[in-house]
């Protein structure tokens, strides 16, 4: 890093540098997170710092923590990024995220045939730039969701990594994607982005394509779109930049068609300290962004023979990849109160454990090598539950890291059992895990399958995820293991509830239940996996409505099932229907079984859902597109509803100044119960904008402006002071009625015919 070579040679390496660590570090750096943690030594820091820069790139070392870092894959580059983007990152490389790690050249360089910056900078871009197939689609039809991107970015764990404070329109970070990238591209990035670096610390998130499609539309969103300019590459200039290419020594970092074998500078320990780009004097060699504490740290690593442990390894190589803004191992890292918000689940009922990534203390003695390797290179998920997702890193960069958790965390003792014959002990372990035993499918999911009230880790993938020793001792201790877990002690001071099941030997138990699940996906499924439904039925005489959660509809769904075997569930966020189905109602078991956080599951072989969104909307014209989820044009207030004699609800609710009131119930006709729908509307104002979206299907057949098949499903007839049209839509086909007039009652029936 420090410069000892003849001064016609500095410029060659001062802009070899430019282009490695610049097209290094697009996903921010590490340099803003050595500060947050502690347990670090300086040395250690500088460890860091070196292997973020890749001075090992150039410069050769003796000393194996210093690690070689391949830049990213150049080729296609004309077709990934903005030509401004390249010629303003080439005249002036810096990192908009804060505290990531810059540099610049001296002004004045110049090589044997007296080029300028500029003319370099110039030459480079030509060349740089044709590494394209064919001319870039600005793809200005994109599609993509700002708003579900918002949600991806603050919940899948994007944001700690890269800052919340960074998120605003015009934040430095999302300025700096969103001027580099087509939205295809950027979109191509997200999906695979070690397609293009594996050495890189921006890891696979799993993303499907409709995801990465919405995070590029939020990340796009946040700069001011412009028309990028084609850019046509000059062909003597693009020869005098694969030259240059070869002569600055990119090539020691990125491969590109190039004559030029990669320069060997001087090694790291013949450096000097007091001179060059890591000294406290200026002069004419790169300027990096570092503080006076971060020279110091990487002095204290080049100046020294270090010898380190594997567990300060460990501590250095977490830190770099941030493993420890989710992770803590030996009292490093964790999240931070700041990103805490943003760690949710699924499943509120397993706590922070439910929501928060594991510690990763002892984590080598704990996992299976074979299943620790697929979730670090992999990703392999075992708890779907958390919103965070584990992400994908390339496999060289983390090889290291997997074999010095098998080093350091020792496998624990495991005693002598004598155990049954195998078969038997296999049903003893089936007995165990389920209710006839210690219950454990009470809360962990078997193949898939939820049992009870929690959605814990599933069962069959224990044996191929745990070590057999870890097993052991976990069941005999968890709160030692696992502080705070849900989990309980079932062998209490080594004693067993279950004194039938191996004569209540508690270690043979824990074997017992050990080779059972080992059987993985081919074992049989524990007692009370499967349970017969708890059937909430309306009678005769009276309707049923229960008040809880539903799926798709969230708490503030209230069901009702009337007495003939209609049955609907209204939302009392998006004030409109949310289901019908006929037959019997619901099952409440969910909800019993968990003390009141479960879902209530409907009874429905066939179902009819209608869309999550608002049903009621201001827009300016009859057929403008509904908006997005969260988008309401009108203030919409739920206020209640009343019982009549057969307990059948009215529901009342106002938008913006008209006042509601909704009553769905059975009425007869001809020996056949049919679904009645009847909105009274109270308009104190002008309701000139108001609109009803009824239905939304992939086709709604018009009889006239009364009668509409919706697809297969259903039929709605109207009656009363309205008017049904229907819009053709993304979605599909909108059945709509447009509200209008001022201060005067209305009344609309529908009639839902299935």
């Known amino acids: 890093m420090i410069l000892r070579m003849r001064f016609q040679k500095k410029w060659i390496y001062w802009l070899a540098l430019l282009l490695f660590t610049s097209f290094v570090h697009i996903e921010g750096s590490v340099v803003e997170q050595l500060d947050q943690y502690p347990g670090l030594s300086p040395r250690q820091k500088g460890v860091i710092l070196i292997n973020e820069f890749g001075c090992v790139s150039c410069h050769t070392s003796s000393q194996n923590h210093f690690k070689p870092r391949r830049g990213p894959d150049l080729s296609g580059l004309g077709n990934r990024v903005k030509p401004e983007w390249l010629k303003g990152f080439l005249k002036t490389p810096h990192y908009v995220s804060a505290g990531a790690t810059h540099l610049d050249f001296p002004a004045e360089v110049h090589d044997s045939e007296d080029m300028s910056r500029s003319q370099i900078e110039n030459a480079l871009n030509h060349y740089l730039f044709s590494q394209a197939s064919s001319e870039p689609d600005q793809n200005n039809d994109f599609e993509g969701s700002i708003q579900k991107g918002d949600a991806l970015y603050h919940s899948i764990g994007c944001i700690v990594c890269h800052d919340a404070s960074s998120t605003e329109k015009g934040g430095s970070w999302m300025q700096s994607v969103g001027g580099k990238y087509y939205p295809d591209t950027l979109r191509d990035f997200l999906l695979d982005p070690l397609k293009t670096h594996p050495d890189a610390r921006m890891p696979d998130m799993h993303l499907t394509y409709d995801e990465a499609s919405d995070l590029a539309a939020f990340f796009m969103n946040r700069v001011d779109a412009a028309m990028t300019q084609v850019f046509v590459p000059q062909a003597e200039e693009r020869e005098k930049g694969q030259r240059l290419f070869g002569k600055l020594n990119c090539n020691a970092c990125h491969e590109l068609e190039t004559q030029d074998e990669a320069v060997t500078m001087p090694s790291l320990e013949a450096l000097r300290l007091d001179h060059g780009c890591l000294s406290a004097r200026e002069g004419q060699w790169p300027q990096f962004a570092l503080s006076k504490e971060q020279k110091t740290w990487m002095h204290l690593a080049l100046q020294s023979e270090n010898q380190w442990t594997p567990s300060e390894r460990i501590q250095m190589q977490l830190t770099q990849f941030n493993c420890v803004a989710c992770h803590a191992r030996d009292g490093i890292g964790g999240v931070s109160p700041e990103d805490d918000p943003y760690f949710t689940s699924h499943d509120p009922n397993l706590g922070e454990q439910g929501r928060l990534p594991p510690r990763l203390d002892g984590v080598g003695a704990k996992l299976n090598p074979v299943w620790l390797r697929k979730i670090l290179v992999q990703g392999a998920k075992s708890r779907p539950y958390m919103k965070t997702r584990m992400p994908r890193f390339g496999v060289e960069v983390l090889d290291e890291l997997m074999e010095l958790f098998a080093t350091v965390d020792s496998s624990l003792p495991l005693p002598d059992i004598e155990m049954p014959r195998l078969n038997d002990t296999r049903r003893a372990g089936r007995d165990l895990a389920g209710t006839?035993?210690?219950?454990?499918?009470?809360?962990?999911?078997?193949?898939?399958?939820?049992?009870?009230?929690?959605?814990?880790?599933?069962?069959?993938?224990?044996?191929?995820?745990?070590?057999?020793?870890?097993?052991?001792?976990?069941?005999?201790?968890?709160?030692?293991?696992?502080?705070?877990?849900?989990?309980?002690?079932?062998?209490?001071?080594?004693?067993?509830?279950?004194?039938?099941?191996?004569?209540?030997?508690?270690?043979?138990?824990?074997?017992?239940?050990?080779?059972?699940?080992?059987?993985?996906?081919?074992?049989?499924?524990?007692?009370?996996?499967?349970?017969?439904?708890?059937?909430?039925?309306?009678?005769?005489?009276?309707?049923?409505?229960?008040?809880?959660?539903?799926?798709?509809?969230?708490?503030?769904?209230?069901?009702?099932?009337?007495?003939?075997?209609?049955?609907?569930?209204?939302?009392?966020?998006?004030?409109?229907?949310?289901?019908?189905?006929?037959?019997?109602?619901?099952?409440?078991?969910?909800?019993?079984?968990?003390?009141?956080?479960?879902?209530?599951?409907?009874?429905?072989?066939?179902?009819?859902?209608?869309?999550?969104?608002?049903?009621?909307?201001?827009?300016?014209?009859?057929?403008?597109?509904?908006?997005?989820?969260?988008?309401?044009?009108?203030?919409?207030?739920?206020?209640?509803?009343?019982?009549?004699?057969?307990?059948?609800?009215?529901?009342?609710?106002?938008?913006?100044?008209?006042?509601?009131?909704?009553?769905?119930?059975?009425?007869?006709?001809?020996?056949?119960?049919?679904?009645?729908?009847?909105?009274?509307?109270?308009?104190?104002?002008?309701?000139?904008?108001?609109?009803?979206?009824?239905?939304?299907?992939?086709?709604?057949?018009?009889?006239?402006?009364?009668?509409?098949?919706?697809?297969?499903?259903?039929?709605?007839?109207?009656?009363?002071?309205?008017?049904?049209?229907?819009?053709?839509?993304?979605?599909?086909?909108?059945?709509?009625?447009?509200?209008?007039?001022?201060?005067?009652?209305?009344?609309?029936?529908?009639?839902?015919?299935?």
């Open 436 to 754: 006839k035993g210690m219950s454990c499918v009470t809360c962990h999911s078997f193949k898939g399958i939820q049992s009870g009230a929690m959605a814990a880790i599933d069962m069959s993938i224990m044996g191929q995820r745990l070590t057999h020793e870890w097993f052991h001792h976990y069941l005999a201790e968890p709160q030692r293991f696992s502080p705070g877990t849900l989990m309980p002690d079932f062998w209490p001071e080594g004693h067993s509830s279950k004194s039938e099941i191996l004569d209540g030997n508690a270690q043979k138990q824990m074997e017992a239940l050990w080779v059972y699940l080992s059987d993985g996906y081919s074992l049989g499924a524990p007692s009370g996996l499967y349970r017969e439904p708890m059937r909430l039925i309306a009678n005769e005489q009276e309707a049923v409505m229960l008040r809880r959660a539903y799926p798709g509809v969230g708490k503030r769904g209230i069901g009702v099932g009337l007495p003939h075997g209609h049955n609907y569930i209204f939302n009392a966020d998006k004030l409109g229907l949310a289901m019908l189905w006929k037959g019997d109602f619901a099952d409440p078991a969910g909800v019993w079984s968990s003390q009141g956080h479960g879902r209530v599951r409907p009874l429905a072989r066939q179902q009819i859902s209608f869309p999550v969104q608002a049903q009621w909307q201001g827009l300016d014209s009859k057929s403008a597109p509904w908006p997005e989820m969260e988008q309401r044009q009108v203030e919409q207030k739920f206020q209640g509803y009343r019982l009549d004699a057969q307990r059948v609800p009215t529901f009342f609710y106002a938008i913006d100044e008209t006042f509601v009131e909704d009553t769905l119930k059975e009425v007869e006709s001809k020996g056949q119960w049919t679904l009645e729908r009847t909105l009274r509307l109270k308009t104190n104002g002008s309701s000139e904008n108001l609109i009803f979206r009824v239905a939304v299907a992939a086709t709604i057949q018009a009889h006239g402006a009364s009668h509409f098949q919706v697809s297969d499903a259903f039929s709605i007839a109207l009656t009363g002071d309205a008017e049904g049209y229907v819009v053709n839509a993304a979605e599909g086909d909108e059945l709509r009625i447009k509200m209008s007039g001022n201060s005067h009652l209305k009344s609309i029936t529908l009639h839902y015919q299935f």
